[in-house]
């Protein structure tokens, strides 16, 4: 089992910056490939980013060039460096973890709970 808590959310401006963290305990973390989804009221959940145990990183065309994904394997982390946020990126983010690097849920074993950012015009 890999349980992971995602940290950062809040309220901001928009064309403000966010900074959400992801920590995870468990199973060796190196072995993971880390993605961040978020899910926006009555939309379906939607791949951002992911980043691959061996570092390499996959944007999603939404996000691209605006946010950054890195990880940090001595401390088990993952941070999403989100910038220029914009109205429509009000969402609940999840981190997930899984063998698979992919843009689809199913590829993610394990979940966080998610936490919530919410972007005022």
């Known amino acids: 089992q890999v349980q992971l808590v995602e940290s950062g959310g809040g309220l901001v401006q928009a064309g403000g910056s966010l900074r959400l963290s992801c920590a995870a305990s468990?199973?060796?973390?190196?072995?993971?490939?880390m993605a961040w989804f978020r899910q926006a009221p009555e939309k379906e959940r939607e791949f951002l980013v992911v980043i691959r145990y061996s570092g390499g990183t996959y944007y999603g065309d939404s996000v691209k060039g605006r946010f950054t994904i890195s990880r940090d394997n001595a401390k088990n982390t993952v941070t999403l460096q989100m910038n220029s946020l914009k109205p429509e990126d009000t969402a609940v983010y999840y981190c997930a973890a899984g063998t698979q690097s992919t843009t689809y849920e199913r590829g993610y074993n394990y979940w966080g709970q998610g936490t919530r950012v919410t972007v005022s015009s």
């Open positions: 468990g199973r060796t973390f190196t072995n993971y490939n």
